[in-house]
């Protein structure tokens, strides 16, 4: 039986017919009423309309103990006029002098008291509209969409923050505890054109000196995994009401200073001004055209440096604005953190020049996007990216979708791509159950060279239990040696299969019991096998828990192993066959200290075994300290160690000569590519190692893997400050200090896949260091709703220190002492960009 009937039949088991609507009977109600007056957006509520409206009450607790009563109570309301829907909360407190007021950046989440509104106005049941105001009339506002839970996002929030509406809060603290007011424009949020609207709806209270977290509808933790947004109460009583074009148009200007070092030792200096803009236009009330010309994302924190010694590519998160807005559709998940779309990449060789999003939703279901962009220098396009995506809503809550992306580059060597597949997200059993996957193929040309097209394909499936106090997981993963979506998406390894299951449990249901508050864990175990080779890639397994404490400690425990009955790397050798691996274990361990305080530690450890005696240690310290109300400092300390790991050093490649052997002046150049060869006097150990293998050419030359027992040594010191004079006024310093280095030492030669074969006489050195200290200062003033003034001084100093492969008499980089290396970053010629960006935001 193909996939692709499978995939037809469970549609068919999950659609409405067979998986009954997932609103309960008893699904909480909340009643809208229609405005008679005007409303005055002042944290008073003092209006009549207000005390004539339906109140949301009776709050749960979801922190510290689930299902408990409030020690706080709340009661929120709901208008409605024209124009807008008007949320006012008020949240008593019997202890208002304790309110934690706050001030902090717009959409970053900070310990104070918050208000949080969910809204599902498309009424689909995965995707809700947030807006939070805390007591200090900071304000955040971001989008859920998916079914599982997160813990959150780097903001702090549940929800993405990268979303941005223009909308009216005013809060205000009294004797009884503290008032929100929200104004909320229909033009921010996507709804139908029907009559009557049913929304849903959800609410949420944070008071963190209390470490508590109250819902209007409380989705319990086991719940979580099977759908947030599914669960919310139901907003009725909205009448009349029509959608409403947004239309935004943002221009900006920039001006830039760049000092860098020209001539050694010597400053230069180029300064440059420049437009652009943003445009958002409502096409209709659920499309929205999205669109940037000439963009500039200089206010954005740089990427931090590290030390990636693995043979994979290391993937940052995205956090340009225009790529981080409204891209929940153009998701489409492989495996292992692959994606078919991985923004980063453009931009990335070119500036942007422009790009433009299309994206909405149709009455029957249909949500859609299309993305297209062009990069180039001096405005000359050279490179041009597209994506499609379609996703269809079956039932309430399971999913069906495609996507197809475009990649072609004239620049250089032309090359065209296009990869392109399926996705579903089936649901059954009242959202119990879940059958997810997805199935794509890659294409990739470049016309014109001669060279033949690289054609592959990936699978994926589970089959999980996403709703109880046991859950359960599994899955199934085919990728092809030829699969490869990394012009426009992301892969860090292709030419496996894996199979993978495991379960979690909520201990004592998610109650408390002897020590702690609540505690989970999960145990997962997965088994690989090389798609080209058919070799074992090793079974493994991996534990992690998670603890609560009843004086609010935060624990995890985790453990990992690899390779335990054997198994091969067909990737560490970069393209020259398998090696067997060692067996290998990993443990880590955390804990956050109270999280109640104004102040807490997270101090956490990872050691790592290998079967062959060596050893990795990781060491690290985060603390975080809320100074005052308007200033919050922390720190990240990371130390990381390793003692003996075999690990792959280069690729070399020897040549026979009348008297010995000689290694190419080159490392991982194969032995047509390299221009000469260096004798040397291996000792006699060559002859013995190449006789039990085949030489790479009629020469006799051989091209081999070089292992080594590595030593490294890493420091990471990164320091944040936020400074927050007002809620639209803040200054946000962040500075990393990192210092890495290494030595290889003991080299052999991989003989064949299973064996390593030691060479005393290895002529060459693979020492190394790295340096990098970067920081970034930015003042941020929203002088009105939408429209900001940037002002931005970035510096970094990189240095690597790699002595010529040869030099073995100069002393190794890798005998500096760790201070030493820490303050040689400081001699590095600094990069300064000094920057100021002005936006100004239009709406209609």
Do not use: C
């Given at each position: 039986m193909s996939i692709l009937t499978l995939l037809l039949s469970a549609v068919l088991l999950a659609s409405p017919t067979a998986d009954p609507d997932p609103e309960r009977p008893d699904a909480r109600v909340l009643t809208a009423q229609p405005i008679q007056g005007a409303i005055n957006v002042d944290g008073r509520l003092d209006e009549a309309d207000w005390q004539t409206a339906s109140i949301a009450?009776?709050?749960?607790?979801?922190e510290p103990n689930e299902g408990a009563q409030p020690s706080q109570r709340t009661e929120v309301r709901i208008l409605y006029g024209g124009t807008a829907v008007y949320i006012g909360a008020m949240l008593h407190d019997t202890e208002a002098g304790k309110i934690m007021k706050t001030l902090g950046r717009r959409d970053e989440a900070n310990q104070a008291d918050w208000f949080i509104a969910a809204i599902d106005s498309y009424f689909d049941k995965k995707t809700a509209y947030n807006f939070a105001v805390n007591a200090a009339g900071v304000q955040a506002d971001g989008i859920y969409s998916g079914r599982s839970s997160g813990g959150g996002n780097d903001d702090g929030f549940s929800f993405d923050t990268s979303w941005d509406a223009v909308w009216d809060s005013s809060v205000r603290v009294t004797s009884e505890g503290w008032v929100v007011e929200m104004r909320i424009p229909y033009s921010m949020l996507r709804f139908s054109e029907a009559e009557v609207q049913r929304w849903g709806i959800n609410f949420q209270r944070?008071?963190?000196?209390?470490?508590?977290?109250?819902?209007?509808?409380?989705?319990?933790?086991?719940?979580?995994?099977?759908?947030?947004?599914?669960?919310?109460?139901?907003?009725?009583?909205?009448?009349?009401?029509?959608?409403?074009?947004?239309?935004?148009?943002?221009?900006?200007?920039?001006?830039?200073?760049l000092t860098e070092e020209g001539d050694p030792g010597q400053l230069s200096r180029n300064s440059t001004v420049d437009v652009g803009g943003d445009l958002k236009i409502g096409l209709s009330s659920n499309v929205t055209l999205d669109a940037t010309i000439n963009p500039d994302f200089g206010q954005v924190e740089a990427d931090p440096a590290e030390l990636n010694l693995s043979a994979f590519e290391t993937f940052f998160p995205e956090k340009r604005p225009f790529f981080t807005e409204g891209v929940q559709i153009f998701r489409y998940e492989l495996d292992r953190g692959g994606s078919l779309l991985y923004t980063r990449r453009i931009g990335a060789n070119a500036p942007i020049i422009g790009a433009t999003k299309l994206s909405g939703r149709t009455g029957g279901g249909l949500s859609f996007g299309f993305f297209g962009a062009a990069t180039g220098d001096e405005f000359d396009p050279g490179r041009y990216y597209g994506v499609g995506r379609l996703q269809q809503q079956i039932g309430n809550i399971s999913t069906v979708g495609g996507m197809l992306t475009f990649y072609d580059r004239s620049v250089d060597d032309h090359r065209r791509s296009v990869t392109g597949g399926m996705d579903w997200d089936l649901r059954f059993k009242n959202n119990k159950y879940k059958l997810d996957g997805q199935v794509s193929a890659t294409h990739r040309m470049e016309p014109g060279s001669g060279i033949d097209p690289e054609s592959g394909?990936?699978?994926?499936?589970?089959?999980?239990?996403?709703?109880?106090?046991?859950?359960?997981?599994?899955?199934?993963?085919?990728?092809?040696?030829?699969?490869?979506?990394?012009?426009?998406?992301?892969?860090?390894?292709?030419?496996?299969?894996?199979?993978?299951?495991?379960?979690?449990?909520?201990?004592?249901?998610?109650?408390?019991?002897g020590p702690f508050r609540r505690g989970s864990a999960g145990l997962y175990f997965s088994n690989g096998v090389s798609y080209r080779e058919r070799l074992d890639n090793g079974f493994g397994f991996f534990f992690r828990s998670d603890w609560q404490t009843h004086g609010f400690n935060e624990i995890e425990l985790g453990a990992r192993s690899d390779y335990l009955f054997g198994g091969y790397d067909v990737t560490e050798t970069r393209g020259l066959g398998p090696r067997a691996r060692p067996r290998e274990l990993n443990v880590e361990f955390s804990i956050t200290t109270d999280t109640r305080r104004k102040w807490q530690l997270e101090p956490e450890t990872e050691i790592e075994f290998f079967g062959d005696g060596g050893r990795a240690y990781a060491f690290g310290l985060d603390a975080e300290w809320n100074v005052s109300s308007r200033v919050n400092l922390s720190a990240d300390v990371g130390v990381g160690r390793e003692n003996g790991v075999t690990e792959w050093a280069s690729n070399e490649s020897f040549a026979p000569i009348a008297d010995g052997w000689a290694i190419g002046e080159t490392s991982r150049d194969a032995p047509d590519e390299v221009e000469a060869y260096r004798a040397f006097d291996d000792g006699g150990d060559l002859d013995a190692i190449f006789a039990e293998m085949e030489p790479y050419d009629e020469f006799g030359r051989f091209y081999v893997p070089v292992f080594g027992e590595r030593d490294t040594r890493s420091m990471d010191l990164t320091l944040r400050s936020d400074i927050t004079l007002s809620p639209t006024l803040s200054i946000q310093l962040y500075g990393q200090l990192f210092a890495a280095r290494g030595q290889y030492h003991d080299f052999s030669l991989l003989q064949d896949r299973d064996t390593l074969t030691p060479i005393d006489a290895y002529p060459k050195q693979h020492d190394f260091s790295i340096n990098s200290f970067q920081t970034n200062t930015v003042l941020r003033w929203e002088y009105r709703p939408g429209?900001?003034?940037?002002?931005?001084?970035?510096?970094?100093?990189?240095?690597?220190?790699?002595?010529?492969?040869?030099?073995?008499?100069t002393r190794s980089p890798f005998r500096q002492r760790s201070t030493d290396q820490l303050i040689d970053t400081f001699d590095i010629f600094p990069t300064n960009v000094f920057l100021i960006k002005l936006s100004y935001k239009f709406l209609r």
């Amino acid at each position: 039986m193909s996939i692709l009937t499978l995939l037809l039949s469970a549609v068919l088991l999950a659609s409405p017919t067979a998986d009954p609507d997932p609103e309960r009977p008893d699904a909480r109600v909340l009643t809208a009423q229609p405005i008679q007056g005007a409303i005055n957006v002042d944290g008073r509520l003092d209006e009549a309309d207000w005390q004539t409206a339906s109140i949301a009450t009776d709050f749960q607790q979801f922190e510290p103990n689930e299902g408990a009563q409030p020690s706080q109570r709340t009661e929120v309301r709901i208008l409605y006029g024209g124009t807008a829907v008007y949320i006012g909360a008020m949240l008593h407190d019997t202890e208002a002098g304790k309110i934690m007021k706050t001030l902090g950046r717009r959409d970053e989440a900070n310990q104070a008291d918050w208000f949080i509104a969910a809204i599902d106005s498309y009424f689909d049941k995965k995707t809700a509209y947030n807006f939070a105001v805390n007591a200090a009339g900071v304000q955040a506002d971001g989008i859920y969409s998916g079914r599982s839970s997160g813990g959150g996002n780097d903001d702090g929030f549940s929800f993405d923050t990268s979303w941005d509406a223009v909308w009216d809060s005013s809060v205000r603290v009294t004797s009884e505890g503290w008032v929100v007011e929200m104004r909320i424009p229909y033009s921010m949020l996507r709804f139908s054109e029907a009559e009557v609207q049913r929304w849903g709806i959800n609410f949420q209270r944070i008071i963190p000196r209390l470490s508590e977290t109250n819902e209007w509808v409380l989705i319990p933790r086991h719940e979580l995994r099977g759908g947030r947004v599914a669960k919310y109460g139901i907003l009725e009583g909205l009448a009349g009401i029509a959608p409403r074009r947004n239309m935004q148009v943002t221009p900006y200007t920039v001006s830039r200073m760049l000092t860098e070092e020209g001539d050694p030792g010597q400053l230069s200096r180029n300064s440059t001004v420049d437009v652009g803009g943003d445009l958002k236009i409502g096409l209709s009330s659920n499309v929205t055209l999205d669109a940037t010309i000439n963009p500039d994302f200089g206010q954005v924190e740089a990427d931090p440096a590290e030390l990636n010694l693995s043979a994979f590519e290391t993937f940052f998160p995205e956090k340009r604005p225009f790529f981080t807005e409204g891209v929940q559709i153009f998701r489409y998940e492989l495996d292992r953190g692959g994606s078919l779309l991985y923004t980063r990449r453009i931009g990335a060789n070119a500036p942007i020049i422009g790009a433009t999003k299309l994206s909405g939703r149709t009455g029957g279901g249909l949500s859609f996007g299309f993305f297209g962009a062009a990069t180039g220098d001096e405005f000359d396009p050279g490179r041009y990216y597209g994506v499609g995506r379609l996703q269809q809503q079956i039932g309430n809550i399971s999913t069906v979708g495609g996507m197809l992306t475009f990649y072609d580059r004239s620049v250089d060597d032309h090359r065209r791509s296009v990869t392109g597949g399926m996705d579903w997200d089936l649901r059954f059993k009242n959202n119990k159950y879940k059958l997810d996957g997805q199935v794509s193929a890659t294409h990739r040309m470049e016309p014109g060279s001669g060279i033949d097209p690289e054609s592959g394909f990936a699978l994926t499936t589970g089959f999980d239990k996403v709703r109880g106090v046991w859950n359960f997981a599994s899955g199934l993963t085919v990728i092809s040696d030829a699969f490869n979506p990394n012009d426009l998406g992301r892969l860090r390894r292709n030419n496996y299969t894996n199979l993978f299951a495991g379960f979690s449990h909520q201990i004592n249901g998610g109650a408390p019991f002897g020590p702690f508050r609540r505690g989970s864990a999960g145990l997962y175990f997965s088994n690989g096998v090389s798609y080209r080779e058919r070799l074992d890639n090793g079974f493994g397994f991996f534990f992690r828990s998670d603890w609560q404490t009843h004086g609010f400690n935060e624990i995890e425990l985790g453990a990992r192993s690899d390779y335990l009955f054997g198994g091969y790397d067909v990737t560490e050798t970069r393209g020259l066959g398998p090696r067997a691996r060692p067996r290998e274990l990993n443990v880590e361990f955390s804990i956050t200290t109270d999280t109640r305080r104004k102040w807490q530690l997270e101090p956490e450890t990872e050691i790592e075994f290998f079967g062959d005696g060596g050893r990795a240690y990781a060491f690290g310290l985060d603390a975080e300290w809320n100074v005052s109300s308007r200033v919050n400092l922390s720190a990240d300390v990371g130390v990381g160690r390793e003692n003996g790991v075999t690990e792959w050093a280069s690729n070399e490649s020897f040549a026979p000569i009348a008297d010995g052997w000689a290694i190419g002046e080159t490392s991982r150049d194969a032995p047509d590519e390299v221009e000469a060869y260096r004798a040397f006097d291996d000792g006699g150990d060559l002859d013995a190692i190449f006789a039990e293998m085949e030489p790479y050419d009629e020469f006799g030359r051989f091209y081999v893997p070089v292992f080594g027992e590595r030593d490294t040594r890493s420091m990471d010191l990164t320091l944040r400050s936020d400074i927050t004079l007002s809620p639209t006024l803040s200054i946000q310093l962040y500075g990393q200090l990192f210092a890495a280095r290494g030595q290889y030492h003991d080299f052999s030669l991989l003989q064949d896949r299973d064996t390593l074969t030691p060479i005393d006489a290895y002529p060459k050195q693979h020492d190394f260091s790295i340096n990098s200290f970067q920081t970034n200062t930015v003042l941020r003033w929203e002088y009105r709703p939408g429209s900001t003034l940037f002002i931005v001084w970035s510096q970094s100093r990189r240095g690597d220190d790699d002595l010529d492969a040869f030099d073995l008499a100069t002393r190794s980089p890798f005998r500096q002492r760790s201070t030493d290396q820490l303050i040689d970053t400081f001699d590095i010629f600094p990069t300064n960009v000094f920057l100021i960006k002005l936006s100004y935001k239009f709406l209609r």
